[in-house]
């Protein structure tokens, strides 16, 4: 089922500020519905984690471990679709994720990422068979 933009801007919105999702404390198991991401409910979340440029790396990646970042991130059930480092930002994450566990990632890179990094969030939703779909039709 296709969502016109409206619908699907709200959908994320009432989710992102009214969804329930556990809070994370270590590893993240996925929900006990075992909410995993399909198609109807998936989103991207595009993750900028901006490094701290004033203090050296090995510094940051000692932060890092201190936190746990690396073994409570990603959360289990959520697939990472591309884990990028951008010279000059710091890293840049896309997951695919089910919409109702919006919060938990957040809560987890608040617990273990911030300090080392500065967090940045884009939701997003797949719209790639729609805008090509729409294309086609224009030609």
Avoid: C
Wanted: no cysteine; charged share 20%.
């Amino acid at each position: 089922m296709v969502r016109s933009l409206p619908t699907a801007a709200a959908s994320l919105l009432a989710l992102g500020l009214l969804g329930g999702g556990a809070l994370a404390q270590g590893v993240a198991a996925p929900p006990a519905d075992g909410a995993a991401a399909t198609s109807a409910d998936a989103i991207l979340l595009t993750v900028f984690l901006r490094h701290d440029q004033s203090r050296p790396l090995a510094e940051l990646n000692q932060q890092l471990a201190r936190q746990g970042f690396y073994k409570a991130f990603p959360p289990a059930g959520m697939e990472v679709v591309s884990w990028n480092v951008v010279m000059g930002i710091g890293q840049v994450i896309v997951l695919r994720l089910p919409a109702s566990r919006l919060r938990e990632v957040n809560r987890v890179l608040e617990d273990t990422a911030w300090g080392a990094y500065r967090t940045e969030f884009y939701p997003t939703y797949d719209y790639r068979a729609i805008g090509l779909s729409e294309h086609e039709k224009a030609r």
